[in-house]
């Protein structure tokens, strides 16, 4: 019998990478529709507007959002009755399936609770980036689930699971490439950062980065 394990480290990575491309994406909370508009021709659409159109939302199985194929397009049918965190949380985990390759149908529930593992930790990188949440732990802010809640527009389970993550990570053990992002998406998301916790010597702390940048280039 094949075991299958979360990769967490493409998952990351991939979440990174849309974090540092998207034009959408300037601040928390943002967008959730406009970035998967940004990043796939996959179309998004309401239960409601589906029953509009006779279309059986029920045999989807899910009271939340799902990813499937209707009329020969791929569509993520969500639930607009649900609360804005959860609605955005579960278009991000749909479009995680898409982007993460994943198989929209399997009956191996090894197989489908990888999936889902790797597709949570994915949306919950692009809605919290642990980037973010270390800087502004760094800088002296609690990181409740509270918080959380306000400042990202999360649910309180996302963002209760988020802290649970949170305490387990452990930097010193990441590869130079996930190291990489860092630097990088603090950089972009500065204005944001400094609204949430403003830093104490922002200023030392941009021209830290040029050195920085020429200790790394010497590691190739």
Known sequence: ????????????????????????????????????????????????RAHKYDIDIESFGSDAAIL???????I?????????????????????HYLLEHK??????????????????????????EQT???IQARGKRISTDFLVSSFQVSKEAARKRIETLNKIKPEYRTRDEKEFDDLILLKYKMFLDSIMPAKNSYNWFDDEYERQQERDTWC
């Open 76 to 96: 993520i049918f969500y639930n607009q009755q649900d609360i804005q965190p959860r609605i955005r949380f579960s278009m991000l985990h749909e479009i995680g």
């Open 1 to 48: 019998m094949v075991t299958y394990k979360p990769d967490f480290r493409k998952a990351y990575k991939l979440a990174n990478e849309i974090l540092l491309k998207s034009r959408e994406i300037k601040g928390f909370p943002f967008s959730v529709t406009k970035v998967i508009k940004e990043i796939s021709d996959i179309q998004c659409c309401s239960y409601d």
């Open 133 to 135: 949440l270390i800087e």
């Open 104 to 129: 929209l149908k399997t009956e191996n529930l090894n197989l489908y609770e990888k999936q889902e593992v790797e597709t949570n930790y994915f949306a919950a990188q692009l809605l919290m980036p």
């Open 68 to 74: 499937t194929e209707y009329a020969g397009r791929l």
